[in-house]
């Protein structure tokens, strides 16, 4: 009896869980069949999108001054080089007369600026013994005349003593002074007058030290003799360097002409390195169009230098964004011949000034690498995105769920296998995702995509 029961049961129970089932199962079907994504929350970037090449911060282009066939390069492209390094040379003999005369020249004018230099120096030496023996002829005249008169009393000497004292503190002051700028050129203005300084501290202290000896002392006749014969030593000694200087006088050379000669040493030098390819910067040899045995014309390109060190890319801003950009903000950079890698730059640059032409008015404006690899060359195009601004934690849903409809944009979103259009408005676009600013939608909604 409770078999049979038992058996009566068991049917029915197994045909409600395959009824149950089968609609659970016609529930789920059309969800799976509509492709849909979820609405997620994110970042957002308002961001401006522009195109430039890659462009070095210094950049020459060397170009033959005379024509003439090469005799040597001595670089090749990525050398590094040195600005003043001479990278390529013609031969003498290819080279116009003009040019192979332009060594004999630049000789001629360096030993003309030799020479006045040369003048010009053993002039002021001359000048220098002049002044000294100027000096030594005054303090022995003083002294030889001190030595007639009566000796002083001691009120006299300690006050002798104490202008001797004051002196000669002054004089090493004014030594110490001079030493800071003696090795400096003659015609130095500080130099001058530091010079000028001490020799007058000089003659001071030996006055006063002369005054205080003439106080102190009482001085014999064979002194005064003796200090009698040295003022006509310090005379003729003084005569003597007035007649040497006298001779420099006649030769003076002004310091126009010494500016000139060397003008002129500039100009012959100038001419003498036509025949060179000489960098002018340093940086690295990015183009090589010059080799040995080539005859090249004047004007023709023979080299490029580019200073590799910094590496940026050069925008024309539209009047509409360009007070939207920053100095300092951060950029996203992708080149064209490197499509997955994304460099990062920073706005080093933002003209104040626009250019303008027939179509529109632009601003210039800079983004540097700030870690460029070997791989970024001069002259590549990439595509820059100036990150303007960020707003975090936006509702995000896929830009193909967007649809447009008389009422504006819409999202169907897909509700128990249904679809539900719901209004939305939207605002920032980015990788594939637009921002939500407002509508009845919550993170992890499912909203419909296009099916692939």
């Known amino acids: 009896m409770n078999c049979s029961k038992k058996k009566k049961y068991i ?67 990525g050398d590094k080089v040195e600005s003043g390094q001479v990278l390529a040379t013609l031969l003498t003999d290819s080279m116009p007369a003009s040019s192979i005369a332009a ?91 530091k010079y000028e300084t001490l020799q007058n501290a000089l003659t001071a202290y030996a006055q006063a030290y002369d005054l205080w000896l003439y106080y102190v002392n009482n001085a014999p006749e064979i002194t005064k003799k003796v200090t009698a014969a040295s003022a006509k030593e310090a005379q003729a000694s003084y005569e003597a360097a007035l007649k040497e200087f006298k001779t420099y006088q006649v030769s003076f050379v002004r310091k126009q002409d010494q500016a000139d000669a060397e ?24 183009v090589v169009n010059t080799a040995a045995g080539d005859y090249v014309k004047k004007g023709q390109s023979g080299l490029r230098i580019d200073d590799l060190s910094t590496l940026y890319i050069s925008l024309d801003i539209s009047e509409v964004d360009v007070n939207d950009l920053k100095d300092g903000m951060k950029a996203e950079i992708t080149l064209d011949a490197q499509p997955t890698k994304v460099y990062q730059g920073t706005v080093r640059y933002i003209s104040a000034f626009a250019s303008e032409n027939d179509y529109n008015v632009t601003y210039r404006a800079v983004v540097a690498f700030e870690q460029p690899d070997e791989l970024v060359k001069v002259g590549m195009t990439g595509e820059i995105k100036i990150i303007l601004s960020e707003k975090p934690d936006c509702l995000l849903v896929p830009s193909s769920a967007i649809r447009e409809g008389d009422n504006g944009s819409y999202v169907d979103v897909v509700v128990n296998g249904t679809l539900t259009p719901v209004s939305v408005v939207t605002g920032v676009e980015e990788n594939g995702m637009v921002e939500i600013v407002s509508g009845n939608l919550n993170e992890g909604d499912l909203v ?3 099916s692939a």
């Open 448 to 450: 419909k995509v296009p």
């Open 11 to 77: 049917l029915p129970l197994f045909i409600l869980l395959f009824i149950v089932g089968c609609n659970r199962s016609q529930q789920a079907a059309p969800t799976a069949e509509i492709p849909s994504e979820a609405v997620t929350r994110g970042t957002v970037h308002n961001s401006l999108i522009l195109v430039g090449n890659v462009e070095a911060s210094q950049s020459s282009e060397l170009s033959w001054k005379t024509s003439g066939v090469v005799d040597s390069v001595s670089v090749k492209v």
């Open 263 to 286: 003008a002129t040493l500039e100009d012959a030098v100038t001419a003498y390195n036509a025949r060179s390819l000489i960098a002018d910067l340093t940086g690295t040899v990015t």
């Open 103 to 193: 060594e004999a020249d630049k000789i001629s004018a360096e030993d003309n600026l030799e020479e006045l230099l040369v003048s010009e120096t053993a002039k002021a030496t001359a000048y220098k013994n002049l002044r000294d023996a100027e000096v030594a002829l005054r303090d022995a005249e003083k002294l030889a005349e001190g030595l007639n008169y009566p000796i002083a009393d001691q009120s006299e000497i300690d006050a002798a003593e104490k202008a001797m004292i004051a002196a000669r503190d002054a004089y090493q002051n004014a030594v110490a002074d001079y030493e800071g700028v003696k090795l400096r050129d003659y015609y130095d203005e500080e130099r001058m007058k």
